[in-house]
């Protein structure tokens, strides 16, 4: 393959199919419905978020086990492309999307969704890290959801090791160009590396700009750095009904585990479309 950023799509029984950036484009997202099979035929969405340090613990595919059968999309950070990873990701889910970060190991790791729907869209994202000149990935992708709308979902692995700001605000950019032109629910979520106050203060600037809200857990379990999480979801015109980290020693981050009612969005659909009728 070019050295180049993409993706690699895996799916049971199919070739692995390798998806590049998009053209870049000013115009706005603007979708047909897709007759591809939504991501989840429910008002209610369970999400999981997790760095699962690249499976070096033991009981990581319990973890994953457990959860799968009532989590229809699945952000992984530290995914490593191993043929069990793999075999379970694709046994369970429609759609399995990876792209590389660090990729000279026998098998690359870098971020991972797991979707039990097809996305229409589809744009992988990577920053290197200025000092150990490793790169950090993220994924943006679409997915037709109920009542005929998109369900925008960024998972990112940010940045870590870097003097100042420049170089992790620099990989928000591309990310926020893409939430303002998507009017749907969005979910950003993953390992943003905030071991700072500064860097915490610089993803609140972004997600304030972005008009995104914090998922607040009530018993807060997250993996700490300096006293700080590191482990963030956020979200856009939709309901948090459930949010919980689960407590495991199979990587060095709980995973998070969040539940959202969709028909927040649905309201705000039918409200943009009165209001254009008026």
């Known amino acids: 393959m070019p050295k180049q950023i993409y993706a690699v799509r895996f799916i049971a029984g199919q070739p692995n199919q390798y998806i590049f950036p998009p053209v ?11 007759l591809m099979k939504p991501l989840h035929n429910s008002t209610l969405l369970k999400v999981m978020v997790w760095n699962i340090f690249k499976q070096q613990r033991t009981n990581w595919l319990s973890v994953l086990n457990s959860i799968r059968q009532e989590t229809p999309l699945v952000l992984l950070q530290e995914a490593q492309t191993t043929p069990e990873m793999i075999k379970f990701a694709t046994s369970h889910y429609l759609a399995v999307d990876q792209v590389p970060a660090i990729i000279f190991t026998q098998h690359p790791s870098g971020v991972m969704t797991l979707s039990t729907g097809y996305p229409v869209y589809c744009c992988p994202l990577s920053e290197r890290e200025p000092l150990l000149r490793l790169a950090k990935s993220a994924l943006i992708t679409i997915y037709p959801i109920y009542c005929k709308q998109y369900l925008m979902v960024i998972n990112i692995h940010a940045i870590n090791f870097s003097l100042g700001l420049d170089v992790y605000s620099k990989q928000l950019g591309p990310i926020g160009d893409h939430i ?3 009017h749907g629910p969005v979910i950003m979520a993953g390992d943003f590396n905030t071991w700072s106050k500064k860097r915490i203060l610089a993803l609140y600037r972004f997600t304030d700009n972005m008009m995104l809200k914090e998922v607040v857990f009530t018993k807060d379990l997250r993996k700490r750095v300096f006293g700080r999480p ?38 705000h659909v039918k409200i943009t479309l009165l209001k254009k009728n008026i």
Do not use: C, G
């Open 24 to 34: 870049k484009s000013s115009s706005k997202f603007n979708y047909t419905w897709s």
């Open 180 to 182: 303002l032109q998507h």
């Open 230 to 267: 590191l482990d963030f979801i956020f979200y856009r015109n939709m309901h948090v009904t459930e949010a919980s980290v689960l407590v495991t020693k199979a990587s060095d981050h709980n995973p998070l585990l969040v539940t959202f009612d969709l028909f927040s969005s649905i309201k």
